[in-house]
Nanobody, 116 residues
Framework: QVQLVESGGGLVQPGGSLRLSCVVS????????MGWYRQAPGKQRELVAS???????NYADSVKGRFTISRDNAKKTVYLQMNSLKPEDTAVYYC??????????WGQGTQVTVSS
């Protein structure tokens, strides 16, 4: 059974940085487009960034220039480097396959809190 395990969240001051990691168990990691998502309290889950197998990347306008998504296929891990964090980045962050038809069960996520 394929599982997603996110880590790296925490409490950080505005302007700070965090690096999130997501380890994907199971095989065939490298062929899938992966995404990082976030869900703030009272809001719907939204896509933050995605990375293809090539890899090509894409970002939500709200994080463009501040966040960087990357992947290590040998480690079956996708990363999200978050710089210049803002209070509005506060959310639980999740990773998953990008396309809904391939979507896995959501992991527990990792909490990111940006506050002074």
């Amino acid at each position: 059974q394929v599982q997603l395990v996110e880590s790296g969240g925490g409490l950080v001051q505005p302007g700070g940085s965090l690096r999130l990691s997501c380890v994907v168990s199971g095989s065939l990691f490298s062929i899938y487009t992966m995404g990082w998502y976030r869900q703030a309290p009272g809001k719907q889950r939204e896509l933050v960034a995605s990375i293809t197998s090539r890899p090509d990347t894409n970002y939500a306008d709200s994080v463009k220039g501040r966040f960087t998504i990357s992947r290590d296929n040998a480690k079956k891990t996708v990363y999200l480097q978050m710089n210049s964090l803002k209070p509005e980045d506060t959310a639980v962050y999740y990773c998953n396959r990008f396309f809904e038809t391939n979507r896995l069960s959501w992991g527990q996520g990792t909490q990111v809190t940006v506050s002074s």
